[in-house]
Every structure is written in C-alpha cells, then in structure tokens.
Nanobody
Framework: QVQLVESGGGLVQAGGSLRLSCAAS????????VGWFRQAPGKEREFVGG????????YYGNAVKGRFTISRDNAKNTVYLQLNSLKPEDTAVYYC???????????????WGQGTQVTVSS
C-alpha cells in the first residue's frame, strides 16, 4: 500500500505561483510513475501531467504546458508540481496518483491522494 498526501495548495492571485507536494508513505515512491490531476466544480477530473519513475520523462496536459513543471525527489519520497503563471481557470482540487505502470492520461492509477485546493483569484 502507498499512502499519498498532497500539500501546498492555497489562494493565490492570477499570475502567481504555487508548489504542490505529493508525499508518499508505506512504500518507496521510486518505483512508481506519478500523475497529477485536477477537478474543478462541476467538471470532470483532468490530467495535468505526469512523471515516470526515474524522473527522466514528464508529460503535460495542453492546458498547463509551459506553465507547470513536475519533478521528483526519490530520496524524499516526494513528487512536486510547480504551478506558474496561474490563471483563474486553474482553480481546482489537485490530486496526485501513483502507478507501477507507465504514466497514463486516464485515471488508471493504483493509489490516490485526498487532494489539495488551489484557488486563483482574478
């Protein structure tokens, strides 16, 4: 079992930045690909991006490409999502998820965190 806990969310003005963390416990995260998703009120969950187990490959959704960056520190059992140039439409609950398979843009992950709220004011 892998337990995932997201942190770092909050309220930020448009154009600002946040860094979200996804910390794992229970097992080492170094064997897992990790995806980030978000869900805004009344909308379906959306793929934000993902990173493979080693950190050598990253993937991003079109809505965030060029503004968000995913990285990982396997020694700290943590994956990060850097959010820059935030827009009001980035407001959502952000989730991280882990899988032993490859990064997927669908919700085919084995473990999920509880989410952290990001609110961007205009």
């Amino acid at each position: 079992q892998v337990q995932l806990v997201e942190s770092g969310g909050g309220l930020v003005q448009a154009g600002g930045s946040l860094r979200l963390s996804c910390a794992a416990s229970g097992r080492t995260l170094s064997s897992y690909a990790v995806g980030w998703f978000r869900q805004a009120p009344g909308k379906e969950r959306e793929f934000v991006g993902g990173i493979n187990w080693s950190g050598s490959s990253t993937y991003y959704g079109n809505a965030v490409k060029g503004r968000f960056t995913i990285s990982r520190d396997n020694a700290k059992n943590t994956v990060y999502l850097q959010l820059n140039s935030l827009k009001p439409e980035d407001t959502a609950v952000y989730y991280c998820a882990a899988t032993l398979r490859a990064v997927a843009r669908s919700e085919e992950y084995d473990y999920w965190g509880q989410g952290t709220q990001v609110t961007v004011s205009s």
